[in-house]
């Protein structure tokens, strides 16, 4: 099973870089990792998607190294508003079907 | 619009008395999923359907079952609930995996259950 480990909370300022990373030892080949943002009483919500080396879309980067035992999500000039929980999923093979796994999240206060 | 709904958004019921919650998206998906979060753990995976009358277990399929006959619903059912059930429901849905890419998953506006 593709588990994957996540700090349970880090707190940053307003106008700060957040880095987020994730570990995900047994990713299968074919997976991509996706980060999902999610805010209290609300279902999460996609943010990026990447395979290998880097992504950027217009609220976040994400960093993939070669052997992509880790990623890391990258939120540039964070707000208040960015205050939420963040998860990293990965795709396990392992049953022959996809099943999904999340990881605990990492919750992030933004402070003023 | 583009959305999944769930219903019902919270529901109060009693120990063993069967019920069900819908779970509808109209983005024409194969692959839908349940999900229930609890504080400290996250979400967690239930059960999965890679498309109609193709289900699977996730991580904690006791307790529950579910049914796929028609592409847009995918209902979650507790025959027998029990307190330890009381959690925060999610349904959500995205497009075909048969690449093994992890596609975009949708996710419905939740339903709170509490089983007394």
């Known amino acids: 099973l593709a588990k994957t480990t996540q700090p349970i909370s880090m707190d940053s300022y307003e106008g700060q870089e957040v880095n987020i990373t994730c570990s995900h030892n047994?990713?299968?080949?074919?997976?991509?990792i996706t980060w999902y943002q999610q805010f209290p009483s609300q279902g999460p919500r996609f943010i990026i998607q990447?395979?290998?080396t880097k992504v950027t879309n217009e609220v976040a980067s994400l960093f993939i190294p070669a052997d992509r035992k880790s990623s890391t999500l990258s939120l540039p000039r964070v707000s208040l508003s960015d205050t939420a929980v963040y998860y990293c999923?990965?795709?396990?093979?392992?049953?022959?079907?996809?099943?999904?796994?999340f990881g605990a999240g990492t919750r992030l206060a933004v402070h003023p | 619009e583009a959305q999944v709904t769930q219903n019902p958004r919270y529901l109060i019921t009693v120990t063993g008395k069967k019920l069900t919650v819908t779970c509808s998206q109209n983005?024409?998906?194969?692959?839908m999923s349940w999900y229930r979060q609890d504080p400290g753990l996250g979400l967690r995976q239930i059960y999965y359907?890679?498309?109609?009358?193709?289900?699977d277990k996730g991580d904690v399929p006791e307790g529950y079952k579910v049914s796929r006959k028609e592409k847009r619903n995918f209902p979650l059912i507790l025959e027998s609930p029990s307190p330890n059930q009381t959690s925060l429901y999610f349904c959500?849905?995205?497009?075909?995996?048969?690449?093994?890419?992890?596609?975009?998953?949708?996710f419905g506006p939740g339903t709170r259950l509490t089983v007394l």
């Open positions: 959500a849905s995205s497009s075909s995996r048969d690449s093994g890419i992890t596609d975009t998953q949708y």
């Open positions: 047994n990713i299968a080949t074919n997976d991509y």
């Open positions: 990447g395979y290998k």
């Open positions: 999923l990965v795709g396990d093979m392992s049953g022959g079907y996809n099943k999904l796994i």
């Open positions: 983005m024409n998906h194969e692959y």
């Open positions: 359907s890679m498309n109609v009358e193709v289900t």
